[in-house]
């Protein structure tokens, strides 16, 4: 099955010139999901992690059911001020201003072995920050993984970490 074909492009958004890859037809097509799902268990499975860690907001729907896949936990990485009790955060820059990312501070042990996924991977800040974050909570990042990866922005050359896209889209 070719992914490619259940994935949207949608010109001038968020704003113009922005040509914009939506995974909601992926979603909708459930022999499509399962095997996205499938597909990125065989890439994550051999770092035998021990949690697996969504990004806001669309890497909860990547990571969510590949953890009951592969039988693992999973934690969220959310924009501040969005976790409950006390948390441990993280600000990075972004190409006009700046931002900050959270976890709850009991969401990893050190020394845990955990995954971060994604949706896509662009100009790879926000994956990047994660990646940052988890390493000073003690975890031991594995690798990172998406579905959709945008080549063109380089985003895989920021990450310190093993990155894994199932499509990639050179323009």
């Not at 955060?89 to 990893?108: C, F, H, K, P, R």
Request: negative net charge.
């Amino acid at each position: 099955m070719d992914l490619k074909d259940h994935i949207r492009t949608i010109p001038d958004f968020p704003k113009p010139g922005i040509l914009f890859y939506d995974i909601s037809t992926l979603l909708m097509h459930p022999q499509a999901w399962r095997t996205t799902v499938e597909r990125l268990g065989e890439v994550i499975a051999p770092y035998k992690p021990d949690l697996l860690v969504g990004i806001e907001s669309r890497g909860f729907l990547t990571a969510a059911p590949l953890a009951l896949h592969l039988d693992l936990g999973f934690f969220m990485v959310r924009k501040r001020g969005k976790l409950p009790g006390d948390t441990l955060s993280y600000s990075y820059g972004l190409e006009y201003g700046s931002d900050t990312i959270e976890i709850q501070a009991d969401a990893v042990q050190p020394g845990q072995r955990v995954v971060v996924l994604d949706d896509l991977l662009a100009t790879g800040g926000t994956m990047a920050a994660a990646v940052h974050l988890l390493q000073r909570a003690g975890a031991e990042v594995c690798a990172a993984a998406c579905i959709v990866e945008l080549n063109f922005l380089g985003g895989r050359d920021k990450l310190p970490v093993p990155a894994h896209s199932l499509l990639t889209y050179d323009a």
